[in-house]
């Protein structure tokens, strides 16, 4: 498995600024949604090729046809849905997808029910459009989709349904049964559905992501929001993809023209390549991370006072840890203080996320190790102390 | 001069396929707004560095530290204006500022006084705020500010006055006196003042461009635009910057982070790179594309009919085609299908475009020779139909 490879931990900080700023020496970051491994070295020389020979002037304002081709291609044998080039619009990341998303289909007093906890962003930009966002919470117990309250939700104003799936950061991979109703309630009151699929080829014990644009008659109505730049470890290229009908791709390229033009060239060459070549280091990732994945969960589960089931899929762990301390932002606030150990709160995933921490574990195996002891002297510090 | 180095002609449609689409084998463009030369090599081989050492993860909102700086610095050698890396917001291209300019200063019902012609997607761009676009067209014998016609147009409502400089496409500089004049209308009427300052370096005859950010008590009220892109041939990297009062940075970077994050990293790093390491390559630059402009402004103008000043600046030309041909339009696609020689209609650039054409001539002097030709042979079948 050496083909996933990461920078000595000594090296982190200088290679994740962003992840680790403001973190001293001996700090972890299991914050930001950054993977801690090296670009894939053939993605990298692909970028060096494309530099050495230019190949990043001017492209059309469809995006790269290389770019567009390999998404195709990927969503044919990963997600074995047929779409065309015409459904897919590249973006500065999948932000700009949400953004775009929040523009050209909500108006002010149109309502938008926004599944929580989800990508903080989405429920900053559907608000920042004008339009009502409705918050839906999940079901406390699994975190899988509350079907009953949103059909409750649902008004006349009702113009979209926005999820995140997998769901960052619960972890809950929806299943095609909850899909299918929520696809039926989308098409009987004719509702867009939003789906941030950014994590949709992180999904274990078996599990297969199904994706809201694979649904009967909800290629009409599903706007997918994907970003390459996660899962290859290329954030800071800022190269995402939108799924959806040619009309709302049409109208979002129209938008996207007057705001940047196109995303830069050198980003959709070194995507298409990623998403072309990389699928043996894309599955070495996938497992790892599952290892990964038991070792924190379940590390985490079985201190008295946390629940922190397996996640179904992302690479987030999402323990509820009300029982040793009520205070979320707090909670991560001491652990960087005191415990140098960087996780994100709750809250900021809004209903249903407070009382919990999401903890990234797309990293080595001793930075996980090191990170459940930290976690453990963190926990035990409250317990002594009542 | 050899650090000026240009694909051979027949490999320009692979190297700028945006720029070139559409054209056949011998076709020229003296269209799209990039240069014909290579990526300086230094900027090239600094991208490479970056991509080999992973220098392209996520960064702070502000922007990438090396990059602002470098910007700061440009402005104090070239523009000899000290500003802060806190003026500077990097953008997603120059397109990318004219749009949060357009977003966070003017709400619907302000006016805004445009002054004409101008780079179109100023036009469009401030339209779709849902403000009111004043057309306000230069001095129609020498494009320059019609000073007296613009503060007649000052109302109650306007809010910013727009311009170009030098001023793409009809290649004027404007004056420190006209600058001081219009600055002065601003600070009394407290007026912003948009400035899309892109070929800021591309000024000849010894002229000087003086940043409208540069005037006394105009810090507060100007909105400078640039971009890299352009000017060192980086036009698929995306990146561009705004300089303005740190408030008004604040604000667009706010809105930013919600549509993109923040522009890519590697695309921060080339231009930071091209910025402090480029400038004998830029002065080279400069003093061709002044003989270019010699060439081909001086063999325009000697046509019976045909109008074409020598350019203060920017790399193109603007002959006005009034005395041959009525249709601006029309002449730019007869040119193109019958003597495949692309160049752009004047009437996008908005009132007082409509009879000129735009020419690149930021190209080898072969390729202007071979365009003069075709222009001549162009204008020649005019004269005999006659």
Same mark, same amino acid.
């Given at each position: 498995m050496d083909i996933l490879v990461s920078p000595p931990r000594s090296q982190l900080r200088v290679k994740r600024p962003w992840k680790y700023k403001g973190l001293g020496e001996d700090g972890i970051s299991l914050g930001l949604a950054e993977i801690d491994f090296d670009v894939p070295e053939p993605v990298k020389k692909a970028m060096v090729d494309a530099v050495l020979k230019e190949e990043f002037h001017y492209t059309s304002l469809e995006g790269l046809q290389e770019f567009l081709q390999a998404v195709v291609d990927r969503w044919e044998r990963f997600n074995h849905v047929s779409i065309g080039t015409e459904n897919v619009l590249p973006t500065v990341g999948a932000m700009n997808g949400i953004w775009l998303a929040s523009r050209v289909l909500l108006k002010p007093r149109d309502e938008v029910i926004v599944v929580t906890p989800t990508y903080g962003p989405i429920l900053r930009n559907f608000a920042s459009s004008g339009a009502r966002v409705i918050i839906c919470p999940s079901c406390s117990e699994d975190y899988h989709l509350d079907l009953e309250e949103i059909e409750n939700k649902i008004s006349k104003r009702t113009k979209m349904i926005a999820i995140c799936n997998p769901n960052n950061p619960t972890g809950v991979v929806y299943t095609r049964n909850e899909l299918e109703y929520l696809a039926d309630l989308a098409r009987k009151n004719k509702i867009y559905v939003f789906s %941030?699929?950014?994590?949709?080829?992180?999904?274990? %014990?078996g599990r297969k992501h199904v994706s809201m644009f694979s649904l009967l008659g909800m290629d009409g109505l599903a706007i997918i929001v994907n970003g390459l730049t996660k899962a290859y470890g290329l954030s800071g290229l800022r190269i995402g993809y939108v799924v959806a009908d040619k009309k709302i791709i049409d109208k979002m390229r129209e938008i996207n023209t007057l705001i940047i033009i196109h995303p830069n060239v050198l980003g959709q060459k070194a995507a298409a390549f990623a998403l072309n070549e990389c699928d043996e280091w894309m599955r070495c990732l996938i497992s790892h991370c599952e290892k990964m994945r038991n070792l924190l969960c379940d590390a985490l589960d079985r201190l008295e006072g946390v629940s922190c089931p397996r996640s179904e899929g992302t690479f987030f762990a999402f323990p509820n840890i009300y029982g040793i301390f009520n205070d979320d932002i707090e909670a991560a606030r001491i652990l960087e203080r005191e415990y140098k150990l960087r996780v994100s709160a709750g809250s900021g995933y809004g209903k249903g996320g407070e009382n919990h921490l999401r903890l990234n574990f797309a990293t080595t195996e001793p930075i996980i190790r090191e990170s459940i002891k930290r976690f453990k002297r963190f926990f035990r510090s409250f317990k002594e102390a009542r």
């Amino acid at each position: 498995m050496d083909i996933l490879v990461s920078p000595p931990r000594s090296q982190l900080r200088v290679k994740r600024p962003w992840k680790y700023k403001g973190l001293g020496e001996d700090g972890i970051s299991l914050g930001l949604a950054e993977i801690d491994f090296d670009v894939p070295e053939p993605v990298k020389k692909a970028m060096v090729d494309a530099v050495l020979k230019e190949e990043f002037h001017y492209t059309s304002l469809e995006g790269l046809q290389e770019f567009l081709q390999a998404v195709v291609d990927r969503w044919e044998r990963f997600n074995h849905v047929s779409i065309g080039t015409e459904n897919v619009l590249p973006t500065v990341g999948a932000m700009n997808g949400i953004w775009l998303a929040s523009r050209v289909l909500l108006k002010p007093r149109d309502e938008v029910i926004v599944v929580t906890p989800t990508y903080g962003p989405i429920l900053r930009n559907f608000a920042s459009s004008g339009a009502r966002v409705i918050i839906c919470p999940s079901c406390s117990e699994d975190y899988h989709l509350d079907l009953e309250e949103i059909e409750n939700k649902i008004s006349k104003r009702t113009k979209m349904i926005a999820i995140c799936n997998p769901n960052n950061p619960t972890g809950v991979v929806y299943t095609r049964n909850e899909l299918e109703y929520l696809a039926d309630l989308a098409r009987k009151n004719k509702i867009y559905v939003f789906s %941030d699929e950014l994590y949709d080829l992180f999904t274990y %014990d078996g599990r297969k992501h199904v994706s809201m644009f694979s649904l009967l008659g909800m290629d009409g109505l599903a706007i997918i929001v994907n970003g390459l730049t996660k899962a290859y470890g290329l954030s800071g290229l800022r190269i995402g993809y939108v799924v959806a009908d040619k009309k709302i791709i049409d109208k979002m390229r129209e938008i996207n023209t007057l705001i940047i033009i196109h995303p830069n060239v050198l980003g959709q060459k070194a995507a298409a390549f990623a998403l072309n070549e990389c699928d043996e280091w894309m599955r070495c990732l996938i497992s790892h991370c599952e290892k990964m994945r038991n070792l924190l969960c379940d590390a985490l589960d079985r201190l008295e006072g946390v629940s922190c089931p397996r996640s179904e899929g992302t690479f987030f762990a999402f323990p509820n840890i009300y029982g040793i301390f009520n205070d979320d932002i707090e909670a991560a606030r001491i652990l960087e203080r005191e415990y140098k150990l960087r996780v994100s709160a709750g809250s900021g995933y809004g209903k249903g996320g407070e009382n919990h921490l999401r903890l990234n574990f797309a990293t080595t195996e001793p930075i996980i190790r090191e990170s459940i002891k930290r976690f453990k002297r963190f926990f035990r510090s409250f317990k002594e102390a009542r």
